[in-house]
Each structure stands twice: as structure tokens, then as C-alpha cells.
């Protein structure tokens, strides 16, 4: 695990290099996609560097870890609205070529066919991270097991809690979620994690330093061979 510490801003052009590299050496690689606030800087950079010819999505192909289900792509709190918004309509990706799981009528057999696809594709090159205030990574909870593939996800009260500010009432946040595993996720060849604020220094410290278990779902990444954890001064304040 390779940790760097940087100021947000500087992280993540960090970050977005790797992209740029990956790409330069392989138009068509697989890159894996998070959504919530930490990515949006990535993001931005993607778009910036897209625009300025430094970097082409032309032939890549995405796969985003997670959807609410319920919500349709169009609904602007999904995911699919989400990654149109923020990165796809600003980048030159095919849109055919960019996946999120689909959160309408889904059943765990449905949301296994999502591993098939990536692997279809050759698998992921490239996936991006970020963590919930209780260890998740992608909507896996604690206790989701380390085996797990895509597969459909009750949300946690501090989930629920957490993603109620973006919804006009807690009551109409989503209560269930489709989610790649954490095998999907280990099954990347390589991972870039981000983490920002004091608020993620408490499980930032955690995954890296605390004991590998379920009940820390992203203190599994100790075991992935390469992992890049991009982080900034106050989540890394108590390293
Ligand atoms: C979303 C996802 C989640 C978020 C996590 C942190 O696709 O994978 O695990 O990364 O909830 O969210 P933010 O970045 O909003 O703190």
C-alpha cells in the first residue's frame, strides 16, 4: 500500500496523472468509478485534461461500483445522474461504453450478471475508492462478507443517515442499494483510494493500521498488492 499525503487539490492531480498514464499506455482500459463528494476534484481534473487533449476516454470502458435502488438514471440523486453530470457528459467516452449497475427490478441473480460484464470487458484496471464514515467501500457495509459479488445491499442507519442530506426527506432515501463485492473490488488490478477531511481520519486509520476484518470492509485493501491511497493532511492526522 503505497500512501501519499497532499492537499486535496493537489491529490487530485496526482490522481488524475495515473489516468493519464494508464490510458497513454492502454486507450481501451477499464476503469472503475465511485461517486460522493471525495471524487468530484478527480473529477474535475478528468474533464480539465480531457478538454486540454492531455488525456482520451475515447476507448476506455467504466464500470461504477454502485446505485440506489429505486431510482431510475434519470433521477437526479441516482448515481447514473451523478457520474452524467460530473464526469461522462464532459469527457469524450462513448456512453454505451460507461456502466452503473441498474437500480430498477434488481435481484442478486440480476446484479451477478455485473461481475460477468467486467470480466467480459478483461476486468478492471483502474478503481476508484473512496469510504464511508464506518469502512465502506462501494455500498458494502460491515460484515459484508470478502467473497461477496455484486450483489443487492440493505443500507445502514449511518448510511441512511449520511446520504439523507442530499434527499428533500430522510424518508425518501433509498433504503437498499446495488453494489459491486468486495471480491469485485479485489479482483481490480490496481486500486486508487481517496480520502479527505478529519471527519475520515478515525477510519482511515483503521483500514490501514487496524486488523483485517468484515467489520471494516476497506481494511481489506492490506491485502490488495496495489493499492495507491491518496489522502489529505487531516484524514491522514491520525497516522
Ligand atoms: C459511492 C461509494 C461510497 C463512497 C463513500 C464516501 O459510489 O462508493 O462508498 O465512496 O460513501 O462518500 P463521500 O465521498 O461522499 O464521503
Same mark, same amino acid.
Given at each position: 500500500?503505497?500512501?501519499?499525503?497532499?492537499?486535496?487539490? !493537489?491529490?487530485?492531480?496526482?490522481?488524475?496523472?495515473?489516468?493519464?498514464?494508464?490510458? !497513454?499506455? !492502454?486507450?481501451?482500459?477499464?476503469?472503475?468509478?465511485?461517486?460522493?463528494?471525495?471524487?468530484?476534484?478527480?473529477?474535475?481534473?478528468?474533464?480539465?485534461?480531457?478538454?486540454?487533449?492531455?488525456?482520451?476516454?475515447?476507448?476506455?470502458?467504466?464500470?461504477?461500483?454502485?446505485?440506489?435502488?429505486? /431510482?431510475?438514471?434519470?433521477?437526479?440523486?441516482?448515481?447514473?445522474?451523478?457520474?452524467? !453530470?460530473?464526469?461522462?457528459?464532459?469527457?469524450?467516452?462513448?456512453?454505451?461504453?460507461?456502466?452503473?449497475?441498474?437500480?430498477?427490478?434488481?435481484?442478486n441473480?440480476?446484479a451477478a450478471?455485473y461481475d460477468k460484464?467486467i470480466e467480459?470487458? #478483461? #476486468?478492471?484496471? /483502474?478503481?476508484?475508492?473512496?469510504?464511508?464514515?464506518?469502512?465502506?467501500i462501494g455500498?458494502n457495509e460491515p460484515g459484508t462478507p470478502f467473497g461477496s459479488v455484486t450483489h443487492v445491499v440493505? /443500507?445502514?442507519?449511518?448510511?441512511?443517515?449520511?446520504?439523507?442530506?442530499?434527499?428533500?426527506?430522510?424518508?425518501?432515501?433509498?433504503?437498499?442499494?446495488?453494489s459491486m463485492g468486495i471480491k469485485t473490488v479485489m479482483n481490480a488490478?490496481?486500486?486508487?483510494?481517496?480520502? /479527505?477531511?478529519?471527519?475520515?481520519?478515525?477510519?482511515?486509520?483503521?483500514?490501514?493500521? #487496524?486488523?483485517v476484518t468484515p467489520e471494516?470492509p476497506a481494511s481489506v485493501l492490506?491485502l490488495h498488492?496495489?493499492?495507491?491511497?491518496?489522502?489529505?493532511?487531516?484524514?491522514?492526522?491520525?497516522?
Open positions: 500500500m503505497k500512501i501519499i499525503v497532499d492537499t486535496p487539490e !493537489k491529490l487530485a492531480q496526482l490522481a488524475a496523472q495515473r489516468y493519464v498514464e494508464l490510458l !497513454k499506455n !492502454k486507450p481501451n482500459a477499464v476503469l472503475g468509478y465511485a461517486t460522493g463528494s471525495t471524487p468530484l476534484g478527480l473529477y474535475g481534473e478528468l474533464a480539465r485534461l480531457n478538454a486540454a487533449g492531455e488525456v482520451s476516454f475515447a476507448e476506455a470502458t467504466t464500470f461504477n461500483l454502485d446505485e440506489y435502488v429505486g /431510482l431510475e438514471g434519470t433521477h437526479d440523486q441516482s448515481y447514473r445522474y451523478f457520474m452524467n !453530470k460530473n464526469l461522462f457528459d464532459k469527457i469524450d467516452i462513448k456512453k454505451e461504453n460507461t456502466n452503473v449497475p441498474c437500480g430498477i427490478d434488481m435481484t441473480e440480476k450478471q460484464a467480459a470487458a #478483461g #476486468g478492471i484496471d /483502474l478503481q476508484l475508492l473512496g469510504i464511508g464514515h464506518n469502512g465502506h455500498f440493505d /443500507l445502514t442507519e449511518s448510511t441512511i443517515n449520511a446520504n439523507a442530506r442530499f434527499f428533500e426527506s430522510i424518508n425518501d432515501v433509498p433504503t437498499q442499494a446495488v488490478r490496481s486500486i486508487i483510494f481517496i480520502a /479527505l477531511g478529519a471527519d475520515k481520519a478515525e477510519i482511515v486509520k483503521k483500514m490501514i493500521c #487496524g486488523e471494516v492490506q498488492p496495489d493499492v495507491e491511497v491518496y489522502i489529505d493532511h487531516a484524514a491522514a492526522s491520525l497516522l
